[in-house]
Nanobody, 128 residues
């Protein structure tokens, strides 16, 4: 069973940057694809970013609406970690951010149902 642990959340001001990290344990990290989702109070879980294997040691990245250019997802196969770099943060980015793993590399990368394992989440709060 793959376990995911997020870290790096906190309280920041609008315009600041924040870097989230997701540490994976169990299973074979290199065989899995990963994503970040977020959920704000009273709202549905929202796709943020995904990094998907596309062939020999290469990956494609995908982003939720309006997030490309401000957010960047990356993975470190040597450290079994996935990161989410968030820049120019806005108040509307406030949410609990979740790391997710797709163990069979199938399905729509933007749908939460595609992912088999989830972390416990880390809170990101952006103040005006």
């Amino acid at each position: 069973q793959v376990q995911l642990v997020e870290s790096g959340g906190g309280l920041v001001q609008a315009g600041d940057s924040l870097r989230l990290s997701c540490a994976a344990s169990g299973g074979t990290f290199n065989d899995y694809d990963f994503a970040w989702f977020r959920q704000a109070p009273g709202k549905e879980r929202e796709f943020v970013a995904a990094i998907r294997w596309s062939g020999w040691n290469t990956y494609n990245t995908y982003y939720g609406k309006s997030l490309r250019g401000r957010f960047a997802i990356n993975r470190n196969n040597a450290k079994n970690t996935v990161s989410l770099e968030m820049n120019i943060l806005k108040v509307e980015d406030t949410a609990v951010y979740y790391c997710a793993a797709d163990l069979d590399r199938r399905g729509d990368y933007s749908l939460s149902a595609t992912y088999d394992c989830w972390g416990q989440g880390t809170q990101v709060t952006v103040s005006a």
